[in-house]
């Protein structure tokens, strides 16, 4: 898509509504509202206190108050009930009480009973018998003369006589081939023409023209006339409730009055019923004591030293051959796996690296672009059934593909 696709459309300047011309009313303004009409002024007087005043001078009359709790709750003349609780039947035992107990009177306490120690003496038993030193290590082991070890001398280094061929696959199968150089696709270059002056005009300024702008009305605002009359600061508690004679309020309650002097009676249902017992401390209950101590000493034999025999040693002789001396600087052999097995052979050029191989011949190219070449020595009539007997008697000789 392109800007030519995009043609040029007339353009008609949009119609702006003219309002009318303000036409000043000569009427006048009554400035009357709902709240002026329907709510009339009434003569503000003063309201009548409910509360009754308070004297300031108190009547020195005694006050007779009767509250309703004494004059309907009276308290009835009857006598006192007697708790509801089980006789008292216990009588406390007048023998002297024991204390001993259900274990104290089966599991009585028994003696220890005198035993006589059964353990030998600790005697050391002395055996001039010599100890037999002979093991299945000294009787069957037989010691062998060492060979001396073989030194392997390594071969010097040759160099090889033959130079290096610095020939690779890139070098001798990708050869470079002479061609057309490549033609720049690029525009000439023109030359700017420096006289001629800058165009200043653009497709925004051809096209979109400024419109013609109406000058928009404004109305001037009203002087700020203050009003003549004082501004009256009083609010309504301030106006209506006054309080030209204020006292606080007297409390209209009696004083409390304090009983002085008098016996307080302390005495409770717990105090009055339940007594405190006279009671005698009991001394603590000892078992007799019925353990004989022994008077023999403690032998301080355990089972270890009672039951252990001891055995005379047994002294064993030692079968590892003497040791010879440290050796001489004796040369370690070089010989290993590899230089045994390893047979060097003659490196080759590879035949792939050829244009055509020596010894082959071309027969064929597969479909993936590779050329098969055969042995000489394989005639063309036996190539399919003589494959199998030519790779047995030539085993070095074997199809060859090149890729091309």
């Given at each position: 898509?392109?800007w030519?696709?995009?043609?040029?459309h007339?353009?008609?300047?949009?119609?702006?509504?003219?309002?009318?011309?303000f036409?000043p009313?000569?009427?006048?303004?009554?400035?009357?509202?709902?709240?002026?009409?329907?709510?009339?002024?009434?003569?503000?007087?003063?309201?009548?206190?409910?509360?009754?005043?308070?004297?300031?001078?108190?009547?020195?009359?005694?006050?007779?108050?009767?509250?309703?709790?004494?004059?309907?709750?009276?308290?009835?003349?009857?006598?006192?009930?007697?708790?509801?609780?089980?006789?008292?039947?216990?009588?406390?035992?007048?023998?002297?009480?024991?204390?001993r107990?259900?274990?104290?009177?089966d599991?009585?306490?028994?003696?220890?009973?005198?035993?006589?120690?059964?353990?030998?003496?600790?005697?050391?038993?002395?055996?001039?018998?010599?100890?037999?030193?002979?093991?299945?290590?000294?009787?069957?082991?037989?010691?062998?003369?060492?060979?001396?070890?073989?030194?392997?001398?390594?071969?010097k280094?040759r160099?090889?006589?033959?130079?290096?061929?610095?020939?690779?696959?890139?070098?001798?199968?990708?050869?470079?081939?002479?061609?057309?150089?490549?033609?720049?696709?690029?525009?000439?270059?023109?030359?700017?023409g420096?006289?001629?002056?800058f165009?200043?005009?653009?497709?925004?300024?051809?096209?979109?023209?400024?419109?013609?702008?109406?000058?928009?009305?404004?109305?001037?605002?009203?002087?700020?006339?203050?009003?003549?009359?004082?501004?009256?600061?009083?609010?309504?508690?301030?106006?209506?409730?006054?309080?030209?004679?204020?006292?606080?309020?007297?409390?209209?309650?009696?004083?409390?009055?304090?009983?002085?002097?008098?016996?307080?009676?302390?005495?409770?249902?717990?105090?009055?019923?339940?007594?405190?017992?006279?009671s005698?401390?009991?001394?603590?209950?000892?078992?007799?004591?019925?353990?004989?101590?022994?008077?023999?000493?403690?032998?301080?034999?355990t089972?270890t030293?009672?039951?252990?025999?001891?055995?005379?040693?047994?002294?064993?002789?030692?079968?590892?051959?003497?040791?010879?001396?440290?050796?001489?600087?004796?040369?370690?052999?070089?010989?290993?796996?590899?230089?045994?097995?390893?047979t060097?052979?003659?490196?080759?050029?590879?035949?792939?690296?050829?244009p055509?191989?020596?010894?082959?011949?071309?027969?064929?190219?597969?479909?993936?672009?590779?050329?098969?070449?055969?042995?000489?020595?394989?005639?063309?009539?036996?190539?399919?059934?003589?494959?199998?007997?030519?790779?047995?008697?030539?085993?070095?000789?074997?199809?060859?593909?090149?890729?091309?």
């Amino acid at each position: 898509m392109d800007w030519r696709d995009f043609g040029p459309h007339k353009v008609l300047p949009m119609k702006i509504h003219q309002p009318n011309q303000f036409v000043p009313s000569e009427e006048h303004m009554d400035l009357l509202t709902t709240y002026k009409q329907d709510y009339n002024p009434y003569p503000i007087c003063r309201m009548d206190l409910i509360k009754p005043r308070d004297s300031k001078y108190p009547c020195g009359d005694k006050m007779e108050c009767l509250p309703t709790y004494k004059a309907d709750y009276l308290p009835w003349n009857q006598p006192r009930r007697e708790l509801l609780r089980p006789p008292q039947n216990y009588q406390p035992a007048s023998t002297k009480f024991d204390s001993r107990t259900t274990h104290q009177d089966d599991y009585s306490m028994k003696g220890l009973v005198n035993t006589v120690s059964c353990k030998p003496p600790a005697v050391p038993k002395l055996c001039h018998v010599p100890l037999e030193d002979l093991t299945n290590y000294k009787m069957s082991y037989m010691a062998h003369p060492l060979e001396k070890r073989f030194v392997y001398e390594p071969e010097k280094f040759r160099p090889s006589e033959i130079p290096f061929e610095s020939f690779t696959t890139h070098k001798e199968s990708y050869r470079g081939l002479m061609g057309e150089a490549a033609k720049s696709l690029k525009p000439p270059a023109r030359p700017c023409g420096r006289d001629t002056p800058f165009s200043t005009t653009t497709e925004f300024r051809d096209k979109y023209q400024a419109w013609p702008t109406p000058q928009v009305f404004s109305r001037a605002p009203a002087a700020y006339v203050p009003p003549e009359e004082k501004m009256d600061l009083l609010t309504t508690v301030q106006a209506h409730y006054t309080y030209p004679k204020g006292a606080p309020a007297q409390p209209c309650r009696p004083a409390r009055s304090v009983k002085k002097g008098g016996h307080f009676e302390s005495s409770t249902t717990t105090k009055d019923d339940y007594k405190q017992w006279a009671s005698v401390r009991t001394g603590p209950v000892r078992p007799v004591p019925q353990l004989n101590l022994p008077t023999e000493p403690l032998d301080c034999l355990t089972t270890t030293r009672a039951h252990y025999v001891p055995h005379p040693p047994i002294a064993t002789k030692s079968c590892k051959p003497p040791w010879a001396g440290p050796r001489g600087n004796i040369p370690v052999e070089g010989q290993t796996t590899y230089t045994i097995s390893f047979t060097p052979k003659e490196m080759s050029r590879c035949l792939a690296s050829y244009p055509e191989p020596p010894g082959y011949i071309f027969e064929e190219t597969d479909a993936l672009g590779h050329r098969i070449y055969r042995p000489i020595s394989q005639t063309g009539s036996r190539r399919s059934s003589c494959l199998s007997v030519g790779d047995s008697e030539n085993p070095n000789q074997q199809e060859l593909a090149v890729s091309a």
